[in-house]
């Protein structure tokens, strides 16, 4: 699969999902298809399938007779108007074990603000949970409510697909004060990655 694919994703995107501990893909929607070119231990392990076949096919291969269809549309609809989103979603192990899956897919924007890739994580529910939705999404306001104004402001540009260049002139500051409040905003959630700190601001509502 992974030879089909021309394009490899830039390292800095690479390093987006690579130090997560949160099952996560980089897909191109510049390629047929919308195709995966990156993913992280946490997938694999997660899933079952190992990078070589996952590399090369969009993330709709997850799915299955359980899947639920308007929540695949409310995932294509993010992806067409380059939408932050969140769902839960029934898909599928490579053995065929079904999963209950909180799936948050986010645009990536290059420097010059053409849209250039996907982020996409996953988190297995328990079934045996009542409303994770909510629970998640609680945890997630919970924890960013220490951050200040401006660290709230550069998390969620971030959350939108921005980088720390388009950050800065968005907010008039400089890229290092940029990067300053994204470590502090990170530090103060107890996040180790950009990846995770897109996964609770989509989860937070921001």
Known sequence: MSDEIETTPDPEVTRLIETSPVASVISNPRLPDNPIVACNQAFC??????????IGRNCRFLAGPGTEPWLTDVITTGVQERKPVLVEILNYKKGGAPFRNAVVVAPIFDDDGELAYFFGSQVELDEESKGPSVTRSERAVRKIKDLSRRQLEVMSMVAG????????????????????????????LGVSSAADMIRLAVEAGI
């Open 45 to 54: 392990d997660l899933t079952g399938y190992t990078r070589d076949e996952i």
């Open 161 to 188: 697909g921005l980088r720390n260049k388009q950050i800065a002139y968005e907010l008039g500051l400089s890229e290092k004060t940029v990067k300053m409040h994204r470590g502090i905003a990170m530090e103060k």
